[in-house]
């Protein structure tokens, strides 16, 4: 059960409303990461790996467990929201808590932007005479409205669209299965392992693809001040969604990559028009399916995918600007409703800008999930060092397994694909991390270092700092 006063152990009030139970959190897990995510992707990943998507799943899948696992860790020892930002602000220093919650915002803010393109470019190619920027705004508006009533109108809804999205990827599988058992496709576990093509640089390579797949198990972690159960609950959903989400990837890669019409054109090629598991689906099942699933991946991420971006977003900005580390205006709570309203309001109206000037680009699509990725995997290194310093070095923690070998061993696997990442990300990315840091100079020169509540006793004028905001 959780403790009403352990917030007010760092200095802050319990503001957000504890309505999220177990289900909910695995809910929006899902919903946050999308059962049929790879959809929209499989070309990329299976081009990128050599045909070998479904072990770039896996190792995806093995490596976001350790992550998983650093992450159940840190939120019982620092149960808010924030995530990263809080974790190795607190775990580390507070300086190295801005830079965390610097990088971690490359992923957060750039998500819903992100996902209401590619769906609204999927529904424009659906319905031809509704413009992309009209799906944008539509996408926007809904999902902004939903989150502005409140934390529950959020979890009702996500269920719902949830189930939608199980129920066609359950079609998929049993069309899919029978396809391939009736030899329409063929039966190969070259998915998992191609002589021909395997490469660790190659599989690592198609891993920081895959990894957009997998984010949002992370985002639970953002509601650590709404779950009844606190931190033993943000943990156990966590990994659950991991798991069963890690599964429903690979089982639909390693089907759709039986039925691809052409590999050798997918390998030579890559997948410019990102239609390669449609392409798949066609041959399993016919048009209507290819159609299903295209019309449904669209959907997926333009509204219950982006509504949860949507929430871990704002309560990040939220939880950075309450240690007055961004704006005040956006540690703003409604009173009636319990959300962050100002950082709600304002992702949205952030995802609409840069989802209209990216979908000008004829790169945006690519642009930002390459700097997605590679904000998230570096903050991800960020929380298994702040893992082994808050336990091992601050705590005298001789837990060697829990606080040493896991985090290490994610730290490995995950260092490997940020040096094979996309170049380009990997600069953008850098230079986002200097402009963190110009950032950060800037703060102390004006005299607003970075100061957490509740490392050290709160001092009178820190405490009403936080009482204001």
Known sequence: MFDQNELERYGYRQELSRQLRFRDLLAYGLVYMVPIAPMAIFGSVYAGSGGMVALAYTIGVVALVFTAFSYAQMVRAF???????NYA???IRPPVGFLAGWVILLDYVLVPGLLYLVASVAMHATVPSVPVWAWLLGFVAVNTIVNSVGIRMTAVATRVMLVGELIVLAVFLA?????????????????????????????????????????????????AEEA???????????????????????????????????????????????????DAAAVAGGSWLATLCAVATAIAWGLPNSM?????????????????????????????RNVPINATLLTGVVSLALGLYMAGRSNGITLLSS????????AFLVLHVSVVVHYLIRSRSRNWWAHLVMPAAGFGILAYVVVNANIAAQRLGLAWLALGLIVLAGLYLSGRRPVLSGLAPVEPQQQRDVERV
């Open 89 to 91: 602000g607190r775990g």
């Open 175 to 223: 069309v899919a299965g029978w396809a391939v058992a009736s030899r329409k496709g063929r039966f190969s576990w070259e998915a998992f392992y191609s002589p021909d093509t395997f490469t660790w640089s190659i599989v690592a390579g198609a891993v920081s693809i895959a990894v957009l797949s997998f984010l949002g198990f992370d985002g639970i972690s953002m509601l």
């Open 308 to 336: 949860v971006a949507q929430v871990a977003t704002s309560r990040l900005l939220y939880a950075m600007a309450r240690d007055r580390q961004l704006p005040a205006f956006l540690a703003k709570v409604s009173v009636r």
């Open 228 to 278: 009844k159960g606190g931190a033993r609950q943000i943990g156990r959903a966590m990994a659950a969604v991991l798991v069963l989400a890690g599964v429903l990837f690979i089982a639909q890669t390693w089907l759709a990559a039986m039925l691809v019409p052409d590999a050798g054109a997918l390998l030579a090629d890559g997948d410019p028009n990102g239609t390669a598991f449609y």
């Open 371 to 378: 700097l997605i990725n590679f904000g998230a995997m570096v």
């Open 79 to 85: 149960p808010m929201s924030g995530s990263v930002y």
